[in-house]
């Protein structure tokens, strides 16, 4: 395990009409990384104006990247993950932190 | 002051070679913000790859909307944005925090 961590940050491209539909689908996939081992924890933010470029972005911290692709590599995540694509198209990376305050 | 307050995410557009100099120079603005009321939390993310679309995500957590703008109309702010501009575009937007683990 790295200390550290590794952040993913998966920036959504969802149609405005669509966004209430994907939040809820998106927390019933949660549920499944957040038992996952390695998980740390997440933030699913939502834009206040509707026309942001980025409606959705989620920030999730994970032990390290390997625990995290064990997590998506799961079959029930996977399927949920095919259902989500319906509604929007995610832009998942991976990020370090490198500044921090407090 | 808003309990929940609210999330300033900042996707900046940065040159691959930029992006050092941008991060120091960053801090330097960051150190101005923290010492603003209202400020609670912020992280600057660097992507683990060059390939990646968005290289610098800033996630700053405010009491307000109103806060977060009270610090940055600040003159010293104002000029330390003027001067990062010449390496980064960024793009600002607020979030509420929709779903949030543990």
Redesign the interface.
């Known amino acids: 395990m790295d200390e550290k961590g ?2 993913l ?1 998966t ?1 959504f491209e969802v149609a405005p009409d669509r966004v209430d539909a994907f ?1 809820e689908q ?2 019933e996939r ?1 549920e499944l ?2 038992a996952a081992p390695g ?1 740390r ?9 509707a026309e ?3 409606q959705l ?1 989620n ?1 999730a911290n994970w032990d390290s ?1 390997e625990a995290m692709e064990a997590a998506r590599a799961d079959p029930a995540f996977q399927e949920s993950v095919r259902l989500a694509l319906e509604d929007a198209v995610p ?1 998942p ?10």
Chains 1, 2 share one sequence.
């Open positions: 590794v952040t940050i920036v939040v998106w927390r949660a990384m957040r998980f924890d997440a933030r699913l933010h939502r834009a206040r104006t942001a470029r980025f972005i920030v990247a832009h990376v991976l990020y370090d932190v490198v500044v921090e305050y407090p």
